[in-house]
């Protein structure tokens, strides 16, 4: 099983447009993965038409009384699993405090021998609290969405020192690739942002797929599809499905 955590310690740089649109490619590849949603906000559990009315339908559950994933988790039309987010998750950093024991609760269960075969995609929240923190400890590869302006940039150097302050921690650096997103080649700015990634990140964690800005993709979540479903043959699509080429190239993805 491979743990990829989508995060950005800034909002809007499409951590969620590339959580729903991985899960969507790789159940296209005829494989069943699971996301979870560590998001209050629960964009993604939306997207894919589920909003538990109650905290303890949620992944909050999991946290608060130690409920399996799997019993808060539903089938969705696009084939993956979802675990899905809830307003109460906002409580939890008060709740719970940061303890290595709270930190390490998703890396329990989901590298547990008894935990479920297959890709897992967590969709994080903006801020380095409890919940991005499980996720960055659960996780074999973070992906970081920069969407194609200075702020989103800024937002990911401070994911990378984030990401350096941990590694005593994690006692290894942990894989990463930073994802340019809403990529539009007629802005001086996207060509600018995508050099001072390349001057700011290591060449090799930078995603060599760029996703283009593209209105299918901006689009799907209001009618509750992914890219593949909503508009197959958008760039968004072809897009998303060369990133999961790419991911499955370096063995990210089976
Ligand atoms: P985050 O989860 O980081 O807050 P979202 O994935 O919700 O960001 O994206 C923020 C907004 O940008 C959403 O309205 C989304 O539909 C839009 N968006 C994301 N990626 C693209 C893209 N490549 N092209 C056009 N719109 C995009
Ligand atoms: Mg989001």
Redesign the pocket.
């Known amino acids: 099983m491979t743990v990829i955590a989508v995060f950005?310690q800034?909002?809007?740089?499409?951590?969620?447009?590339?959580s729903l649109n991985l899960l969507a490619g790789i159940a296209q590849r005829k494989q069943r993965p699971l996301g979870i949603d560590l998001?209050p906000q629960a964009?993604l559990s939306g997207t894919f038409g589920i909003r538990p009315r109650l905290a303890d339908d949620s992944v909050y559950s999991f946290f608060m009384r130690q409920r399996p994933l799997a019993a808060v988790s539903q089938i969705t039309e696009s084939g993956v699993f979802l675990c899905p987010g809830h307003l109460e998750l906002t409580k939890l950093d008060t709740l719970l405090g940061k303890s290595v024991n709270v930190v390490t609760r998703l890396r329990g269960a989901l590298k547990s021998p008894d935990a479920a075969p297959g890709s897992v995609v967590i969709?994080c929240c903006?801020l380095l609290g409890i919940l991005s923190l499980n996720a960055i400890f659960a996780c074999d590869l973070i992906v970081i969405?920069v969407?194609a302006d200075y702020l989103a940039f800024q937002g990911a150097q401070q994911v990378e020192r984030s990401l350096n302050a941990l590694e005593p921690v994690l006692k290894r650096r942990l894989p990463r690739r930073y994802l340019l997103?809403?990529f539009d080649a007629r802005r001086k700015m996207s060509s600018e942002v995508a050099d001072l990634m390349t001057m700011a990140f290591r060449v090799d964690e930078i995603c060599a797929t760029r996703?283009?800005?593209?209105?299918s993709?901006?689009e799907s979540?209001a009618r509750q599809l992914d890219v593949f479903r909503h508009a197959p043959q958008s760039s968004?699509a072809r897009d998303y499905r060369a990133l999961v080429e790419e991911l499955v190239g370096a063995g990210f993805i089976a």
């Open positions: 950005n800034k909002g809007g740089v499409g951590k969620t447009t590339t998001d964009h969709d903006p969405p969407s997103t809403r996703i283009a800005e593209n209105v993709l901006a979540p968004g």
